[in-house]
């Protein structure tokens, strides 16, 4: 089974293929160079248009706010997931994590953390979506 062959990137895919991720350190630098769109109880998403056919994603969560693998995983599992289901326009959107959502002595996920963090997702990708006025 080669994943490879359904990478090509078209109009309404829900796949996660190289060209609809931030992965370069000055592709990332780009956007972060800009303001934040928007912040959440934990999160803060950066945004920047792009003359690409689709939208692109890159995610940072820091070791000093997700102190588990398991947690950080988690939270990019969830963050990929809910951009591949939402359809938005060409842009480049970075999600950094931006406060701590656990420590080291509770549970790495619970499905109370999933929830919160899916739905503040959701309302991130959901407002990106919304065309913003020209400056």
Do not use: W
């Amino acid at each position: 089974m080669d994943s490879c062959q359904n990478s090509s990137t078209g109009e309404g895919r829900h796949d996660f293929a190289r060209a609809r991720r931030i992965i370069k350190t000055d592709e990332f630098s780009s956007v972060f160079s800009l303001r934040p769109t928007q912040k959440s109880a934990h999160f803060v998403l950066y945004t920047r248009q792009n003359q690409l056919p689709n939208a692109r994603l890159g995610i940072v969560v820091a070791k000093r706010f997700a102190p588990r693998a398991v947690t950080r995983n988690t939270i990019k599992r969830v963050t990929r997931e809910l951009f591949r289901v939402t359809s938005l326009p060409a842009i480049d959107c970075v999600v950094r994590l931006s406060r701590p959502v656990n420590s080291k002595d509770g549970p790495a996920t619970t499905a109370k953390l999933k929830a919160e963090l899916r739905q503040e997702l959701t309302r991130l990708f959901a407002n990106a979506n919304k065309p913003r006025p020209a400056k």
